[in-house]
């Protein structure tokens, strides 16, 4: 199976406590909340889907040249974000996805996204 956009992805779920050690099966892992936007990557062609569904591909060059060389039919689930000086930055990365085409290849550049 081959997924394709648009592809509704699973949201995380806030919690007043941290389950007890072995209240559920497995092990439990925690990640702390980026400062960024949800975002799924397609490869073959590369799509950068948001987490509302909009392809976001054209704000953020860079991670379609990375994905470029990724295996046909994978998709990647994370966090998109722009690291500054004094860490993530949301204000920068509001401002590489209002990007136009003009613009995005300098701001990729300037504030490179992951």
């Known amino acids: ?19 007890a050690p072995g209240a559920l099966p497995g092990r439990l ?7 960024g936007y949800r975002a799924l990557l397609f490869t073959a062609p590369v799509r950068l889907q948001s987490r509302r569904s909009s392809l976001t591909q054209a704000p953020f060059p860079e991670l379609v040249h990375a994905a470029a060389g990724l295996p046909e039919g994978l998709v990647l689930d994370g966090e998109l974000v722009v690291w500054t000086g004094e ?8 401002r590489r996805a209002a ?16």
Do not use: I, N
């Open 1 to 19: 199976m081959v997924l394709r956009p648009p592809v509704e992805p699973m949201l995380a779920q806030a919690r007043d406590t941290v389950p």
């Open 29 to 35: 892992v925690f990640q702390p909340k980026s400062d």
């Open 87 to 94: 860490g993530m930055s949301f204000e920068a990365l509001q």
């Open 99 to 114: 990007a136009g085409h003009r613009s995005a290849p300098r701001l990729a550049e300037e504030l490179p996204a992951t």
